[in-house]
């Protein structure tokens, strides 16, 4: 079975400092993968997308970036967080193959940021 | 872009009662899904519908996608306390393509 792994589940950073989030995925091969971020209450923004080792596609401009440097790991980055930067991080994963482009998403069970 | 709008945006209601609550976008989407999300944990997966007008049915939630494929509804009937979250609609046109959601309906059931 596929299991996904999001960490770390909460962080607390003073702003300035770099941010690592790292998610993995078991069981798949060729997954695309996808974070999130969460305002509280509110829906989910799709902040980067990746369909293979080194692609990324950033649907938002901001103080992020993200990596693919295995099939299966994503990794989001930020050199300096700011306020603005705090949220509900969540990575999710969906079958790539066409077979199952109507794959929805299975989540990692999230990173609550607070940049202090 | 495509862009998901969902209604109502907040909704309580007492236990046994039914409800519907909407997903619509101007766009056609070639499959939408559905997901409950509860505080501090990521969404899960509900049901995805693929055909225009196809009815899917998961114990108590009706789930309808439109002829147009613009639209989706999701139907609970007799709700439950349980069933209160963050009710999320999501799609996409293609694979490798992004995926969007819409900004949700909270549902709360009071026993």
């Known amino acids: 079975s596929q299991t996904i792994h999001q960490w770390p589940a909460t962080l607390v950073q003073p702003v300035g400092s770099p941010l690592s989030l790292e998610c993995t995925v078991e069981g798949t091969s060729n997954p695309n993968l996808y974070w999130y971020r969460q305002a509280a209450g509110r829906g989910l923004q799709l902040l980067f997308y990746s369909v293979g080792i080194g692609q990324i596609s950033s649907e938002v401009p901001q103080n992020l970036s993200a990596s693919r440097p295995q099939d299966r790991q994503f990794i989001l980055s930020s050199k300096k967080l700011l306020l603005s930067d705090s949220g509900f991080y969540l990575c999710a994963w969906r079958y790539r193959d066409r077979v199952f482009t109507s794959s929805g998403a299975f989540f990692g069970q999230g990173t609550r940021l607070t940049v202090v | ?111």
Request: proline share 5%; charged share 15%; glycine share 12%.
């Open chain 2, 1 to 111: 872009t495509q862009l998901l709008e969902q209604s109502p945006q907040f909704l309580s209601i007492q236990e046994g009662e039914n409800l519907t609550v909407y997903c619509n976008s101007s766009s056609v989407f070639s499959s939408l899904q559905w997901y409950r999300q509860e505080p501090g944990e990521g969404p899960v997966l509900l049901v995805t519908v693929v055909t225009g007008g196809e009815v899917k049915k998961l114990k108590r939630l009706t789930f309808q996608f439109g002829d147009a494929r613009k639209d989706s509804s999701l139907h609970i009937t007799a709700a439950q306390p349980g069933d209160t979250g963050l009710y999320l609609c999501a799609g996409g046109a293609n694979y490798g393509q992004n995926f969007v959601f819409g900004p949700g309906t909270r549902l709360s059931v009071l026993p």
